[in-house]
């Protein structure tokens, strides 16, 4: 979320750095974007593109709009304007199609590593635990602590679903793999888990060592398609 309180903001621009070089430099990165990309749809500079991407500082509502507009999102999105708020409020899109994703576009998407839902049944009932995750060939693994919800996935048949919603053009799409959990013990494997994980770590922090690995046993996906932005 912008700093509006510490950082101050320009009267006529937008609040003072806070994340927003992160978030437009995740954004341009998530679109697959050169910052020579946005340079040329934004009418600048790469090296200021560079240097909204990694420096402090304001900049003109007018550019901030541009930059938006560029990397096919809103104000709000870029200068974290909607941090609490649930995605997906805003109104449906013009003629929007729901089509289903292959298994290959499907790995495609949930990628390397992110943020998922593993969802879980025991015996208080049915319950949906974020996580960060690594995947890897037809697995997805992700780190918690033992006894905690997101273990008493292992030894069940579990699904786990990753997904991501552009509120600015009200499309998205979403990714389901269901399969059997497991826990990963043997020193080599969890090497090898960590050496994919690279540097991430569990967001809610804590000593997360336990290794639960879902082997996919079906992947299905689905996306919402709009018009041309």
Same mark, same amino acid.
């Given at each position: 979320?912008?700093?509006?309180?510490?950082?101050?903001?320009?009267?006529?621009?937008?609040?003072?750095?806070?994340?927003?070089?992160?978030?437009?430099?995740?954004?341009?990165?998530?679109?697959?974007?050169?910052?020579?990309?946005?340079?040329?749809?934004?009418?600048?500079?790469?090296?200021?593109?560079?240097?909204?991407?990694?420096?402090?500082?304001?900049?003109?509502?007018?550019?901030?709009?541009?930059?938006?507009?560029?990397?096919?999102? &809103?104000?709000?999105?870029?200068?974290?304007?909607?941090?609490?708020?649930?995605?997906?409020?805003?109104?449906?899109?013009?003629?929007?199609?729901?089509?289903?994703?292959?298994?290959?576009?499907?790995?495609?998407?949930?990628?390397?590593?992110?943020?998922?839902?593993?969802?879980?049944?025991?015996?208080?009932?049915?319950?949906?635990?974020?996580?960060?995750?690594?995947?890897?060939?037809?697995?997805?693994?992700?780190?918690?602590?033992?006894?905690?919800?997101?273990?008493?996935?292992?030894?069940?048949? &579990?699904?786990?679903?990753?997904?991501?919603?552009?509120?600015?053009?009200?499309?998205?799409?979403?990714?389901?793999?269901?399969?059997?959990?497991?826990?990963?013990?043997?020193?080599?494997?969890?090497?090898?888990?960590?050496?994919?994980?690279?540097?991430?770590?569990?967001?809610?922090?804590?000593?997360?060592?336990?290794?639960?690995?879902?082997?996919?046993?079906?992947?299905?996906?689905?996306?919402?398609? &709009?018009?041309?932005?």
């Amino acid at each position: 979320m912008t700093d509006r309180s510490r950082s101050g903001a320009d009267p006529g621009g937008a609040p003072v750095k806070g994340d927003f070089g992160r978030r437009v430099a995740a954004r341009r990165e998530y679109l697959g974007l050169s910052r020579g990309d946005v340079a040329l749809r934004t009418a600048s500079a790469p090296g200021y593109i560079e240097y909204v991407e990694t420096q402090p500082g304001s900049h003109g509502i007018g550019f901030v709009v541009r930059l938006a507009h560029a990397l096919e999102t &809103t104000v709000d999105e870029l200068t974290g304007g909607t941090v609490d708020i649930p995605p997906g409020g805003g109104s449906a899109a013009g003629h929007p199609r729901l089509v289903e994703i292959g298994q290959d576009e499907c790995w495609r998407l949930v990628g390397r590593r992110g943020v998922g839902r593993v969802v879980v049944s025991d015996e208080h009932g049915p319950a949906v635990y974020p996580v960060n995750y690594v995947a890897a060939e037809n697995r997805i693994a992700y780190r918690t602590s033992p006894g905690s919800g997101p273990a008493h996935a292992a030894g069940r048949e &579990t699904a786990f679903e990753v997904d991501h919603i552009d509120d600015a053009f009200s499309r998205g799409w979403s990714v389901l793999v269901v399969g059997e959990a497991g826990t990963v013990t043997e020193p080599e494997e969890v090497e090898l888990l960590r050496n994919e994980a690279g540097p991430m770590a569990p967001w809610a922090g804590g000593e997360r060592d336990l290794w639960v690995v879902v082997t996919a046993g079906r992947v299905t996906g689905r996306r919402i398609e &709009t018009g041309a932005p």
